[in-house]
């Protein structure tokens, strides 16, 4: 890896692609990295869309899992409560 290169665990795409482990370029702007090697795709705010190491991401990875269950129980038990006349 060169200078500007290091190593980031992504969890912009979690909840359809997982956790991807990923060697990423300074894009020079503040809390942003470019995933090298892919013609332009950008992570943005560390914490949320890419980590610096696995544990956070996991940590991430889980609230949003969770947060989305949460969402898609209110909407099952909305579909459930639906009547028909």
Same mark, same amino acid.
């Given at each position: 890896?060169?200078? &500007?290169? =290091?190593?980031?665990?992504?969890?912009?795409?979690?909840?359809?692609?997982?956790?991807?482990?990923?060697?990423?370029?300074?894009?020079? /702007?503040?809390?942003?990295?470019? $995933?090298?090697?892919? &013609?332009?795709?950008?992570?943005?705010?560390?914490? *949320?869309?890419?980590? %610096?190491? %696995?544990?956070?991401?996991?940590?991430?990875?889980?609230?949003? /899992? &969770?947060?989305? $269950?949460?969402?898609?129980?209110? *909407?099952?038990?909305?579909? %459930?409560?639906?009547? =028909?006349?």
């Amino acid at each position: 890896m060169s200078e &500007n290169t =290091f190593t980031v665990w992504i969890t912009k795409y979690v909840l359809t692609e997982g956790i991807r482990e990923k060697e990423v370029k300074e894009s020079g /702007r503040d809390g942003v990295v470019e $995933i090298v090697g892919s &013609n332009g795709i950008y992570c943005h705010t560390e914490g *949320k869309e890419w980590h %610096k190491d %696995k544990e956070s991401a996991i940590k991430k990875a889980e609230e949003m /899992r &969770n947060k989305e $269950i949460i969402k898609l129980e209110k *909407k099952i038990q909305k579909l %459930k409560d639906m009547k =028909f006349e």
